[in-house]
DNA sequence: AATATATTTGCATAATTATGCATAATCTTG
DNA sequence: CAAGATTATGCATAATTATGCAAATATATT
C-alpha cells in the first residue's frame, strides 16, 4: 500500500473529524488546526481536499463555517445505478456502456459526477453510453474505476 | 408597505431562483443573470444575499456552483419562513401577521410548530394569519417571541 | 532496477468573496 | 413635513479561496 495514499486518506479523515467538531471558518485556521494534530500542510492543498470531499462552507450565525454536505443516499444511488448496468467495455479508443433501455441517461449522469474517474466526459443514448477517457491509456484502468465504483464484475 | 422591502424580497427569490435553474458559478455571473432577468445589482449585495438565505457553494464535477442548503434544515426553514412574512403585529386581543400573496399557510403551519409560543392556535387565509394567543396578557411577548424565533424585527 | 507515467504538493498569484465605511434610501416620531 | 434614526447599497479593498505551473514523490512497465 502506498505511503502517501494513506496520508491522503489520513489528511482527509482529519479534516472530517476537525470541521464536525469544532468550528471551522477558513482555510489558514484550518491549516493551524490540521497541524497541532500533527498533520501539516497548506491553504492550497486544504482547497483541493474540500472539493474532494464535498465540503460547502455555510453561512451561520457566527460566521462562514466548513460542512460536510448532506450525504445519505450516495450509496444507494450506486446501487441503483448499478442494476441498470448491463456491461462495461472497452476498445483501443473509447470505453462503452451498455445499460438497460431508457437508462442510459440517468448512468452517464451518475459516472459525469464521478469527479475521481479520468474521463473527459461522456455521451449518453438510450441504451448506450460512450465514455472519453482522459488518455487512452488509462482506459483499462477506468472501466476497472467504474466497477469498482459500482461493485460490479 | 416598504418599496425597499419588497424588492429585497423579489431579489431574494430571483436568486432562489436563479441557482436553482441554472448553474451559477460565481457572483459575477449571478449579477449578470440577475441584470438580464431586470434586477440590477452589486456583487457586494448579492455576497450579503447569498448570505441571508443560506446559499451554499458546493463542489460538483463542472465545478462549484450555488445550491440552497439542504431543505429540512431547521435553520433554512426559519429563513424561508422569515422571508414570506411583511409584519406580526397585535391589537388588544389578537395577532395579525401579514405575508406575501399565498404565503399565509405556511407560515401558520410553521408558527403552530412552534411549541414554545402561548398560543391557542392559528387561522390563516392567503395573506393573513390571525394568531390567538393564550391569554391576551402575553400578546406583547408573544409578538416578540415570534420576531426572535424568526430573526426578524 | 531503470525508465517512463502519473500523481501530489507547494509556491506564487489569479480569481473570487466578504466587509468597513460613506452615502443614499427608507422609516419613525413629533 | 422636518429631523433624527435605521437600514440598505455601492465602492474600494481586505480577506479568502482556487489554480497554473514546476518540482517532488509515487506508481507502473519492462
Redesign the interface.
Same mark, same amino acid.
Given at each position: 500500500m502506498s505511503k502517501k495514499l494513506e496520508d491522503i486518506h489520513k489528511r482527509h479523515a482529519m479534516i472530517k473529524d476537525l470541521i464536525s467538531s469544532q468550528e471551522i471558518f477558513n482555510q489558514t485556521q484550518l491549516v493551524k488546526a490540521m497541524k497541532q494534530k500533527g498533520i501539516k500542510s497548506t491553504q492550497a492543498t486544504l482547497s483541493r481536499d /474540500?472539493?474532494?470531499l464535498?465540503? &460547502?462552507? &455555510?453561512?451561520?450565525s457566527t460566521g /462562514?463555517i466548513y460542512k460536510l454536505?448532506?450525504t445519505g443516499d450516495e450509496t444507494n444511488l450506486k446501487y441503483r445505478v448499478a442494476e441498470e448496468i448491463i456491461s462495461v467495455a472497452g476498445n483501443e479508443s473509447v470505453i462503452v456502456v451498455k445499460t438497460y433501455p431508457g437508462r442510459a441517461q440517468g448512468v452517464a449522469v451518475f459516472i459525469?459526477?464521478?469527479?475521481d474517474l479520468d474521463t473527459l466526459g461522456t455521451i449518453g443514448g438510450d441504451d448506450t453510453i460512450i465514455v472519453i477517457p482522459k488518455s487512452v491509456k488509462k482506459i483499462k484502468k477506468t472501466i476497472e474505476q467504474i466497477k469498482i465504483i459500482l461493485g460490479i464484475k
Amino acid at each position: 500500500m502506498s505511503k502517501k495514499l494513506e496520508d491522503i486518506h489520513k489528511r482527509h479523515a482529519m479534516i472530517k473529524d476537525l470541521i464536525s467538531s469544532q468550528e471551522i471558518f477558513n482555510q489558514t485556521q484550518l491549516v493551524k488546526a490540521m497541524k497541532q494534530k500533527g498533520i501539516k500542510s497548506t491553504q492550497a492543498t486544504l482547497s483541493r481536499d /474540500l472539493t474532494e470531499l464535498g465540503v &460547502v462552507r &455555510v453561512p451561520t450565525s457566527t460566521g /462562514l463555517i466548513y460542512k460536510l454536505s448532506a450525504t445519505g443516499d450516495e450509496t444507494n444511488l450506486k446501487y441503483r445505478v448499478a442494476e441498470e448496468i448491463i456491461s462495461v467495455a472497452g476498445n483501443e479508443s473509447v470505453i462503452v456502456v451498455k445499460t438497460y433501455p431508457g437508462r442510459a441517461q440517468g448512468v452517464a449522469v451518475f459516472i459525469d459526477k464521478q469527479n475521481d474517474l479520468d474521463t473527459l466526459g461522456t455521451i449518453g443514448g438510450d441504451d448506450t453510453i460512450i465514455v472519453i477517457p482522459k488518455s487512452v491509456k488509462k482506459i483499462k484502468k477506468t472501466i476497472e474505476q467504474i466497477k469498482i465504483i459500482l461493485g460490479i464484475k
